[in-house]
């Protein structure tokens, strides 16, 4: 979206002016998503014209079945939901009432797909284990802008549970690949073309031996598509080159830095000066920025806490040195980091900090979702 508008999701969905001061919480328009919104995602569909998929997610409890995590009856299910922004009317409009109910159960992260900028896709992480993948037409005249293509299957693994959920995805369009984290602790790859297993890393974050650990968050490497990060509820974060065949991490940056919660989120930049730059979140509230040429401990010094645990980190599209945040109980806040020196590992970077620029709080409930 524009440079200065941002989009954040709970219940409902909000869309906010951020050049407000910090302690202006003013928002140009709201929508009632009905279920929990749990994911956002904007498209730029032309010039000055933005599509917004809000992703829901909902948990029909029931009684407790002793052998599963969930209750004996519990039901997840879900929705995408489709809106109209452009940058001279500045509110939300449904595109022609669009509710999708999602396949797969409760969305818990979505990602837009573009190949060779004419065909859009759009992938969603779902309660179900799967990635469903749906095909997108920006017309107006299409009273069914989202098309089923297919999905994914959850990677089984023995020791894990039956209820599997992908929590997050991450894309590279150039290489038609998807990845997707899963809370059987398990790193998975497909193929966005044909929806079928590059490469499945089991065990990739657990406790001990046979206990896996929640996998909440994954990304690929816009520079370097073989390397994947991941982050879980082990209290750690790790590196893995799709290039090795023995499922190993390049690197692993343990408790020590995150003794207080999982790893939930992870963002790269994607601008060409920061192509090496990438941003982790965790349960413990604070925000890390990174260097991906040298994990020995983050490009800066400083750490900030954004007042609640951090489950979706998004770059600014175009302006350095800020990121968006959906930090749950603390709301949504963009973050600037305006003072660091590129390619510096010294200690001069100490000096830099991290300043919080804007934030929202209206939803008066966790904020899961937020985008440009």
Known sequence: MSSDKAAASTGSSYFQNTEQTIHNNTWLDVANTGMNACS???????????????????????????????????????????????????????????????????????????????????????????????????????ESPLITIGHTDPPLVENSSTDTICT???????????????????????????????????????????????????????????????????????????????????????????????????????????????LSGSYDECLRLWDIRNVSKPLLRQKINVGGGIWRIKYHPAVENTALVGAMHGGCCVVNFGDVKRNDFSDCNIRAEMDITCTFTEHKSMAYGADW
């Open 40 to 142: 956002v995602e904007s498209l730029s569909i032309s010039s000055g014209k933005h599509t917004i998929a809000v992703g829901c997610y909902n948990l029909n409890e029931g009684s407790q079945d002793k052998s599963s995590s969930l209750p004996e009856t519990a039901t997840r299910n879900g929705q995408v939901l489709l809106y109209h922004v452009s940058d001279e009317h500045l509110e939300l409009n449904k595109i022609n009432q669009t509710v999708l109910d999602c396949e797969g159960g409760g969305i818990l992260d979505m990602k837009w797909i573009t190949k060779n900028y004419e065909e859009i896709f759009l992938a969603c992480a779902c309660s179900n284990g799967s990635i469903q993948l749906y095909s997108y037409s920006s017309s107006d005249d299409n």
């Open 168 to 278: 997050s995805i991450s894309q590279n369009n150039s290489r038609n690949m998807i990845a997707g984290s899963y809370t059987n602790g398990t790193v998975a790859v497909f193929d966005s073309s044909t929806l079928q297993y590059i490469r499945v890393i089991e065990n990739a974050h657990s406790y001990g031996p046979r206990m896996p650990a929640e996998v909440w968050t994954c990304c690929v490497s816009p520079e370097t598509p073989d390397l994947i990060i991941s982050g879980g509820d082990d209290c750690t974060m790790k590196g893995w080159d799709l290039r090795n065949n023995n499922n190993k991490p390049v690197f692993k940056v343990g408790s020590a830095e995150y003794e207080n919660g999982g790893v939930t989120s992870l963002s790269f930049s994607h601008l060409k000066d920061q192509k090496n730059q990438f």
